[in-house]
């Protein structure tokens, strides 16, 4: 089992900027890529963006494409997202997750408030 911890999120006004970061532990080894997800207030859970761990490719929502950019850092054991010219639609509470050969998106984290004011 890996375990997650999310940590960046708050209130920020539109076209502002925020980084998330999400910490890893345990397991890591058994995960092939990392990625975040996000869920607004009545809304269903939405990808992100992730990252492939062994070559780092990367992947992303259209609606965050050419605005946030996931990256990590291999020795800390942390993925970031960092959230460029934010909109109110982009308010949501944030997930770290981690997905493992054959077992799809099996860790989570507990997730971070992200609010974007107009």
């Known amino acids: 089992q890996v375990q997650l911890v999310e940590s960046g999120g708050g209130l920020v006004q539109a076209e502002g900027s925020l980084r998330l970061s999400c910490a890893a532990s345990g397991r890591t080894s058994s995960t092939n890529t990392m990625g975040w997800f996000r869920q607004a207030p009545g809304k269903e859970r939405e990808f992100v963006a992730a990252?492939?761990?062994?070559?780092?490719?990367?992947r992303y929502a259209d609606s965050v494409m050419g605005r946030f950019t996931i990256s990590r850092d291999n020795a800390k054991n942390t993925i970031y997202l960092q959230m460029n010219s934010l909109r109110p639609e982009d308010t949501a509470v944030y997930y770290c997750?981690?997905?493992?050969?054959?077992?799809?998106?099996?860790?989570w984290g507990q997730g971070t408030q992200v609010t974007v004011s107009s």
């Open positions: 990252m492939r761990s062994s070559r780092g490719n990367t």
């Open positions: 997750a981690a997905q493992s050969a054959g077992r799809g998106w099996n860790s």
